[in-house]
């Protein structure tokens, strides 16, 4: 009885002119309009939406879809052809190209990978191989004074990748280098993350002195945040991504915060955050967590900028991803103005070592008796820092905090060269670069090429130090008597050849200070001194710094600080200190921070 009642209603479906064999023809449908016709996909450029695209929904996918038009790439700013798919260490969208640029595998590789739906989350590009290995590849324009080159992905491209996250409900882990904490601070992180709670991480811990009293170092950061800076904290924590001591305890903090909702950790870049992450899924595994991956996890190096890219980690039970994002460049910062080779070489980012320097030059006799105060004296910390210091008072002291791999050395301030003569000194080589390109730029108009009549701005300037009138001559004549009084100046400088021994920082060919034009040949600029900072200490008698010290001058990006110490109860603290470094680098005076000795 159902059978029939079924075919009944199928015959009353049919129409009445049509039997039950008969064939149905297919309506022809109207002719495409070749306007409206489906072009083949382009080529894929890095940052794009195509280029982060997410796979089918029916195929697992590592990386959200809405990351995949963050990144945006100006079309001269790079024309390597970006694949879909990306790298599980850094981030990046793949490429099969050029194998001296990020995000670079293997076609035969790519094509299997292609084929098997496995291109998000399952190959590490060859850049990632080699910091894997220890080796300082660089990927970001302006790192060291690397020039914008073909690959290369600006801190800009890197920055709108954080922009979405303000308007999102998540937890934001803020890390911040406790060797460095006004350097690589992110003082305006609210206009990032918006209104979503943070959770501060001091990483490198273990790197403090020993004795660091980790309680009175929170209290201390607290008060830096809290009050000096009026951002409202959910949580502080002290970790060593590498021995792992305070992960476990930063991890309990993180699920707490959360409930239920993504995590994002940011900072600067070579701060710590993907050697965090590494630490945090182990100790989430030893809690019992066995969901959380343990391979393809994101490179950890001592290069700045090795993540490129958000990379999403499915690190919770349940709903919440935990990602990692790109660093945030600070340009003042010294292991950002440094190339690789120079971070690897002075061994930034190493275990602090406290330095007491005497109150005498290095190449006195041994039997010389000290001074009764630094005045007229400079300390060369490496080839990279030069203290002058002025006027000082015999109860003040310095105490350097610094990485093992630079060296502080004591000599007179008159054996210096004036550091204004090697400022126009670089001035004068500036001068001379711009009116080559003025001269250059004359000849293309006078050839027809450019024509149109405007004037550049580095022209304009150009025209107006090389005029024809006698004041300019005058100039010019003084700046070229300058340079040539500075260079026989720092031909037998003690800071051309600082007694280091064997483990000289520098070869008698290697000036820290001598400025060049394109020395290396590869479009980076030689080291050239500029005051960075100039502070005066006034401390009266009777008063007691707080740890020992009366204030901290930080140099950002060098993992280290000068600190300014009361050595005697009597009598005032005063110092006048200028400090002198490469052009950008920023110091920071501040707190002194509660350290061992």
Partial sequence: MPSLCVASHVAALRPHNLSSRARIRPVARAPRNPDTRRRSAPAVKFGTAAAAGSRPSRVPDRRPASHDDLIRVDDDASDVRRLRGNCYGCGVALQTERADVSGYVDPDEYETKRVHKQLFGMMLCARCGDLSNGAMVNAVAGQGGARMSQGLITPSQLREQLTHIRDKKVLVVKVVDVTDFHGSFLNRVRDVVGANPILLVLTKCDLLPNGTDLALLKEWARREVEVRRRLTLAGIECVSGRKGDGVDKSVTAMFAERKGRDVYVIGSANVGKSTFIRAALKSMRELGNFGVPAKRLPTASAMPGTTLGIIPLRAFEGRGT???TPGVFLHHRMNSILPGEDIKRFKLGGSLVRYVPRRRCDDD???ASDRTDFTGLSLLWGPLIRVDVALATPAAGLVFYGP?????TVVETSSLPDPTLAQAAADRERDERRAAMAEKAAISRGAGGDDDGRVRPEEDDVGKGAGD?????AASASAVDAVAEWRAESASSPARMTPYG???????????VEPSVDATGDGRFGFCERLVKELKVNSPEGSTGAYGGVVDLSVSGMGGWIRVVRESRV??????VRVWGPRGLEVFA???MPTGL
């Fill in 590 to 592: 501040r707190e002194p």
């Fill in 571 to 576: 009598g005032a603290c005063e110092m006048t």
């Fill in 502 to 512: 064997s483990n000289s920082d520098f070869t008698e060919e290697e000036s820290p």
């Fill in 469 to 473: 009138d006698a004041s300019s001559s």
């Fill in 404 to 408: 093992k791999g630079v060296r502080v």
């Fill in 365 to 367: 006799a041994s039997d």
């Fill in 322 to 324: 935990l990602y990692d």
